[in-house]
Nanobody
């Protein structure tokens, strides 16, 4: 069983910054993609940013230039640095990881519990 534990959410004023962290634990042979999704009230969950081993990060268009995703493979941790925050990014942010959890290489996808990000004046 793999667990993803998120931290770093909170409330900030427009223009502020937050840094989200997500640490994966459990029996993990490797992690391919790690990413962040968000879900605002009344809306579907959407991809914010994802980073896959050996490839460049991918960002949702509206966050390009303001959000930066990074990962520490030794710690099985992914980060999301969010700068110049705007009210429209208010949502619950979820971490997602594709982890290989068996010697045969089977990959499963896991979700964190979510962390609230609120941007308001």
């Amino acid at each position: 069983q793999v667990q993803l534990v998120e931290s770093g959410g909170g409330s900030v004023q427009p223009g502020g910054s937050l840094r989200l962290s997500c640490a994966a634990s459990g029996i993990i042979f490797s992690i391919n993609a790690m990413g962040w999704y968000r879900q605002a009230p009344g809306k579907q969950r959407e991809l914010v940013a994802v980073v896959t081993s050996g490839t460049r990060p991918h960002y949702e268009d509206s966050v390009k230039g303001r959000f930066t995703i990074s990962r520490d493979n030794a710690k099985n941790t992914v980060y999301l640095q969010m700068n110049n925050l705007k009210p429209e990014v208010t949502a619950v942010y979820y971490c997602n990881a594709g982890a290989v959890v068996t010697p045969k290489g089977y990959e499963y996808f896991y979700w964190g519990q979510g962390t609230q990000v609120t941007v308001s004046s």
